[in-house]
C-alpha cells in the first residue's frame, strides 16, 4: 500500500480547490492508498483548515508554528522534511508555491520529482506512469518514476475531478512538535497587492482577448476596434504584457485576472494553461489563431485558422454594419 | 557580484509547429528552430543590469551538446563576460535532478553571489533552480518579477503570485532565483553583437573535469524519465469554421448573436 500524503494550501482560513482533487489523483495512483492531508500554518486559521479537511480526509496532520503563518516554502520544506516518511509520494499543487517548494523539497527527501501532472496510469512494480504537458501544451509527454524511494508530485490544478464536498470524521494529529527547526535564510517581507488599472476586465461580458498574434503594440488598436464595434473590452495574455503594451490589469490568468465572461474571444492566444486558469464561468470561447495546432483549440467552441491581423479588421466591419 | 545564468538550448515554441517523427516517440525535429529558453533571456539581462550597478560579472553556463554554444554565444552578445558548456555523452537522458547535480559541480569550482535560472524552460517543469539551491543548501525563490535592493549579504525580491499579486522576500546571499518574463526588457542583440563575441573562448568540461561519478546522471541516474510524446485526443476540440473570410464571418456572427456576444 502506498502513503501518499497531500499539502494543503489555504487562504484567509479556507484550503485552495485543489483539496477536493488529490484524492482522485490519489486513487489514480493507487486505488488502495493511504491518504493524509498536511495542513501547515498558524491560530485559528489553521485550526479551521483543518477541522475542514477531516470532513474529507480521514487523516489530517496539522503543523501550528507562527514561522508558518505565511507559507515561506522554505520554511514549510523544512517542516514536511521532518514530518513525511522518507519514502512517502507528496503531492502538491502546481501553483506559485507549489514550484517554489517541490523541486528542492525532492532533494532533501531524496526522491523522485515530476512536475505538473495532468493525469495518472498506474503503478507496475516501483514505476509510477504519468502524463504531462510541454512547450507550452502544444505536445503531451508520458514520463514515469521510480517511486522506491518515493516521489514529490505537483499536480495541475484542475486537472483532477473534484470531490463534491465531504462527511468524513477525519482524525486530526497534531504534529507541531516534530516540525523541527524552521529557521531560514529567506524572510517573507509582505503581498503587494496588484495594483487597479484604468479599465475592469472583470466586469466585462465580452471579452476581446490578444495574445502573441498580434505581433506589434501599434496593432493593439485593431483590436480596440473590434471590442468598441462589439461592446467589449480588451484583455491579453502574458506576452503582451512582458512587452509592456498593456497593462498588468488587463492580464487574463493565473497570474493575472480571473475572468468569467459570455463570450471570450481569444485572439492569437495559443491558450497555455496558465492563461486559460484565469477564464471561468464555462465562456463561449472563439478562438482565431493561424497556427492550426495551437492548444487553444482543444478548449474554444468554435475555432476558426486566420491572421488575426487580417480577420479582426474585417469582422470590425462587418459587426459593425449589423 | 559574481553572477552565474544557468541557460538552455529549446525548440522556439512561437517558430515552431510540433509534429511528432515517424515511430511517435519523440518529436520530428529534424526542421525544427532552436533558440535560447525565453526566461533566460530575462534572466541574463537582470544579471546584467545587476553587474552595470555593482560591479563584477556574468557567467553565463548551460548543459547541452556543442550546438548550445550558440546560445551561450548569444548572450554573451548581450554582455554576458563568460561562458562554459558543461557537455558529455554521460549527460545525456539526465532528469531535472542530474542537470542540478552537473551544475552544481561546476558551481562549487567558482564563488558566485547569485545564481539565476529562467523561471522554466521546454519542458515546463521549473524544477533546475529549486533543485540546485537545495543541493547547494542556499536559499531559493521561484518566479522572480522584481530584484528590489542588493548588498553584500542580502537581496530583497518581488515573486510573482497568483492573482497579478507580489511576495515580497529578503533573503541572503549567496542564493538562487529563477526568473520570471516581464521583470525587464531583454536587450536586442543584432548580427554585429553577435560576431563581436565570435572568437571568445568558451571553455567545455565533461563528468572527469567536474568530478562527478557517471552512475549520478544521465539515463542512469534518472528517477524520472520521459517515455513518449503524444498529441491528446482532441475529442471535445472547436468547431473549426471553413470557407471563405466572408462565410467564416458571416458563420460568427451568427453564433456570436445566439451567445450574447452581439
Redesign the interface.
Known amino acids: 500500500m502506498t502513503d501518499i500524503f497531500a499539502y494543503i494550501p489555504h487562504n484567509n482560513g479556507s484550503a485552495e480547490d485543489v483539496a477536493l482533487e488529490y484524492p482522485a489523483a490519489a486513487k489514480k495512483i493507487d486505488e488502495n492508498a493511504k491518504l493524509t492531508a498536511i495542513v501547515t500554518g498558524s491560530g485559528a486559521d489553521l485550526d479551521g483548515v483543518a477541522n475542514e479537511m477531516a470532513k474529507i480526509y480521514s487523516e489530517v496532520m496539522k503543523v501550528d508554528d507562527q514561522a508558518l503563518a505565511y507559507p515561506?516554502?522554505?520554511v514549510v520544506r523544512n517542516a514536511l522534511v521532518n514530518i513525511i516518511p522518507a519514502d512517502a509520494i507528496v503531492l502538491v499543487s502546481h501553483?506559485?508555491?507549489g514550484?517554489?517548494l517541490?523541486?528542492?523539497?525532492?532533494?532533501?527527501m531524496d526522491?523522485?520529482?515530476?512536475?505538473?501532472i495532468v493525469d495518472f496510469e498506474g503503478v507496475e512494480g516501483n514505476i509510477l506512469?504519468m502524463v504531462?504537458?510541454?512547450?507550452?501544451g502544444?505536445?503531451?509527454?508520458?514520463?514515469?518514476?521510480?517511486i522506491s524511494?518515493g516521489a514529490v508530485i505537483t499536480i495541475r490544478p484542475g486537472a483532477f475531478a473534484p470531490l463534491d464536498g465531504g462527511s468524513a470524521s477525519g482524525t486530526i494529529m497534531d504534529k507541531s512538535g516534530d516540525a523541527g527547526d524552521l529557521s531560514?535564510?529567506?524572510?517573507?517581507?509582505?503581498?503587494?497587492?496588484?495594483e487597479v488599472g484604468d479599465v475592469d476586465i472583470t466586469k466585462s461580458?465580452?471579452l476581446v482577448s490578444i495574445g502573441?498574434g498580434i505581433e506589434d503594440e501599434d496593432n493593439i488598436e485593431i483590436a480596440q476596434e473590434l471590442a468598441d464595434a462589439?461592446n467589449?473590452v480588451v484583455s491579453c495574455s502574458?506576452?503582451i504584457?512582458?512587452?509592456?503594451w498593456l497593462e498588468?490589469?488587463r492580464?487574463v490568468g493565473?497570474?493575472?485576472?480571473?475572468v468569467k465572461p459570455?463570450?471570450y474571444?481569444a485572439m492569437g492566444i495559443?491558450g497555455s494553461f496558465q492563461h486559460l486558469g484565469g477564464v471561468k464561468g464555462n465562456p463561449?470561447?472563439?478562438?482565431v489563431n493561424k497556427?492550426?495546432?495551437a492548444p487553444i483549440?482543444?478548449?474554444?467552441?468554435?475555432?476558426?485558422?486566420?491572421d488575426i491581423l487580417?480577420?479582426m479588421p474585417?469582422?470590425t466591419e462587418?459587426?459593425s454594419e449589423? | 557580484m559574481e553572477i552565474l545564468v544557468c541557460v538552455k538550448r529549446v525548440p522556439d515554441t512561437a517558430e515552431n509547429e510540433f509534429e511528432l517523427n515517424g515511430a511517435g516517440n519523440d518529436l520530428d525535429r529534424d526542421d525544427l528552430v532552436y533558440s535560447v529558453n525565453e526566461w533566460d533571456n530575462y534572466a541574463v539581462e537582470e544579471a546584467i543590469q545587476i553587474v552595470d550597478k555593482v560591479g563584477g560579472s556574468v557567467t553565463v553556463i548551460t548543459v547541452g551538446d556543442e550546438e548550445s554554444e550558440e546560445v551561450l554565444r548569444r548572450e554573451m552578445a548581450m554582455g554576458a563576460n563568460n561562458g562554459v558548456l558543461l557537455s558529455d555523452e554521460a549527460f545525456e537522458g539526465s532528469d531535472g535532478k542530474g542537470i542540478a547535480g552537473i551544475l552544481k559541480a561546476e558551481v562549487e569550482k567558482g564563488s558566485y553571489d547569485l545564481i539565476f535560472s529562467g523561471a522554466q524552460a521546454d519542458e515546463g517543469a521549473g524544477q533546475v533552480g529549486g533543485m540546485l539551491a537545495a543541493m547547494l543548501d542556499y536559499p531559493y525563490a521561484s518566479l522572480v518579477n522584481k530584484i528590489d535592493k542588493i548588498d553584500d549579504k542580502t537581496i530583497i525580491v518581488g515573486r510573482e503570485i497568483e492573482g497579478g499579486n507580489q511576495e515580497m522576500n529578503e533573503i541572503q546571499l549567496p542564493c538562487v532565483l529563477s526568473i520570471q518574463t516581464g521583470i525587464n526588457e531583454p536587450r536586442y542583440v543584432g548580427i554585429r553583437g553577435i560576431r563581436k563575441v565570435a572568437k571568445l573562448e568558451i571553455p567545455v568540461k565533461g563528468a572527469s573535469d567536474l568530478g562527478i561519478d557517471a552512475g549520478d546522471i544521465g539515463d542512469a541516474g534518472a528517477k524520472t524519465k520521459r517515455v513518449d510524446y503524444f498529441v491528446p485526443d482532441m475529442g471535445d476540440s472547436a468547431e473549426m469554421l471553413e470557407g471563405s473570410t466572408d462565410e467564416i464571418i458571416g458563420k460568427l456572427i451568427e453564433r456570436l448573436k445566439a451567445k450574447g456576444g452581439l
Open positions: 515561506n516554502a522554505e501553483s506559485t508555491f514550484m517554489d517541490g523541486p528542492g523539497l525532492s532533494v532533501k526522491s523522485a520529482y515530476a512536475a505538473d506512469k504531462r504537458q510541454e512547450l507550452g502544444a505536445v503531451s509527454t508520458h514520463v514515469t518514476a521510480d524511494a531560514s535564510k529567506r524572510k517573507f517581507l509582505e503581498v503587494v497587492e496588484a461580458d465580452v502573441r462589439m467589449a502574458r506576452p504584457v512582458d512587452a509592456k498588468k490589469s492580464q493565473t497570474s493575472g485576472q480571473t459570455k463570450v474571444m495559443s463561449y470561447i472563439v478562438a497556427n492550426a495546432k483549440f482543444q478548449v474554444a467552441d468554435v475555432g476558426i485558422v486566420e487580417e480577420f474585417e469582422l462587418a459587426v449589423l
